[in-house]
């Protein structure tokens, strides 16, 4: 869609329009991962991107709902309704809040984020951890004892530029329930920016998701946003069928994920369930003070960072950046010099998941552990020990 001069960058402040104009310049041309580029000072965010692990669980009560669902069908739905219910949070929350989209800040190797959610559903805790620097990627872990819900994953993200801001995210995500021995392999939406050619960055998906259990269930999740030519923002659809037979439909969703959408009984074809994102409210998450945090926790680490942004004292912001990207070159000369590495804290490397590897196949995916530094799992004696 053609935009005129009057149009480009009108979200953006008239001081800083002039850097604006050369940051879109300077992506258009850029041919590598855009994630290695500058942003302009008044797109960085005060958030490291290990914070945003939280946002799977931040409906607690929906995350645990399937474990006390006996009907293998029923139960399937209700994780996959609880995957849609995180999409707002995960995609669209930040430029709610914020008006636009921002550039998180990029975690460091060793960085963490711990908390907890405490409310109906007991209490649900996450850990979230920067396992590798480079390629950058953040594992997590997610549960409640109470329920004997487990979710752990792990995800890179490499950007290009094509039209628009494209990220793939490069990951999964395994949902464990207890009472059932079940697990439920998640694939990650493609991601692109809209908005760029105005000043108001947003995120919208895009492509195809997948949803695999070891119970015999696939449920398929099509993204269509509103695009260049036009179509509802944040549209999607999705079904939920037995494995293999992708005609043979037991559910249809369909709506917005930054809104609303419907559950359908795709036999009976009547309304079974339906989802307001927009409604539904969000469990604060309980961090430790900055005071009493661990000095690898975000927001301890990042504090001095954190509070120039918010002031626009930009120079304050890349000194205390630098500050800390030197220690961290310094502390990766000295590991290689003794020839070892980071010990992580909370997950280990594994070279073959032979679960992953079966449930992947039957949705067409496939890891890409030389993208990610290996497969990340979440190891229990490291975390008893780190507690």
């Not at 991107?49 to 946002?55: A, C, G, I, M």
């Not at 079940?182 to 995120?203: C, M, Q, R, S």
């Not at 003070?289 to 000095?295: G, I, T």
Request: charged letters at 25%.
């Amino acid at each position: 869609m053609p935009s005129s001069s009057n149009d480009e960058g009108a979200g953006i402040a008239p001081q800083n329009k002039g850097s604006w104009s050369s940051f879109l310049k300077s992506i258009a041309s850029f041919s590598g991962d855009l994630s290695s580029l500058t942003a302009p000072p008044f797109i960085l965010s005060t958030t490291s991107l290990t914070e945003f692990s939280s946002y799977w669980a931040e409906h607690p009560s929906i995350f645990v709902a399937p474990a006390n669902e006996p009907d293998p069908a029923k139960r399937a739905l209700l994780v996959l309704k609880w995957f849609l219910s995180t999409l707002k949070q995960q995609y669209a929350s930040r430029s709610e809040k914020l008006g636009t989209e921002k550039k998180p800040l990029n975690p460091f190797l060793g960085e963490l984020f711990l908390g907890k959610w405490e409310d109906a559903a007991g209490t649900t805790e996450l850990v979230s951890e920067q396992v590798s620097h480079h390629p950058p990627v953040t594992a997590y872990c997610i549960w409640n004892n109470q329920h004997g819900v487990r979710l752990q994953g792990y995800n890179a993200q490499k950007a290009s530029f094509s039209r628009t801001i494209h990220v793939k995210q490069i990951g999964h995500a395994l949902l464990h329930l207890d009472k059932y021995d079940e697990d439920y392999f998640i694939t990650l939406p493609a991601i692109h920016i809209e908005g760029l050619i105005y000043g108001t960055p947003f995120v919208e998906l895009n492509k195809t998701t997948y949803i695999q259990s070891t119970s015999g269930f696939t449920a398929k999740v099509d993204y269509s946003g509103k695009g260049w030519i036009g179509g509802k923002k944040n549209s999607f659809t999705a079904t939920l069928y037995p494995e293999g037979k992708e005609k043979d439909l037991l559910y249809e969703i369909s709506g917005q994920w930054t809104d609303s959408f419907v559950i359908k009984d795709a036999k009976a074809k009547k309304e079974v369930d339906a989802y307001n994102a927009k409604a539904s409210r969000t469990t604060a998450l309980t961090v430790a003070p900055v005071e009493s945090q661990h000095p690898l926790e975000s927001r301890k680490a990042w504090r001095s960072v954190a509070a120039a942004i918010e002031k626009g004292n930009m120079d304050v912001t890349s000194n205390e950046k630098s500050k800390i990207e030197n220690q961290q070159r310094d502390l990766r000369k000295t590991e290689q010099s003794e020839g070892r590495e980071w010990e992580r804290r909370y997950f280990t490397r594994v070279q073959h998941d032979k679960m992953l590897e079966a449930l992947e196949r039957k949705v067409g995916e496939r890891s890409e552990p030389d993208k990610t530094g290996g497969i990340w799992r979440f190891d229990p004696k490291k975390a008893q020990s780190a507690s």
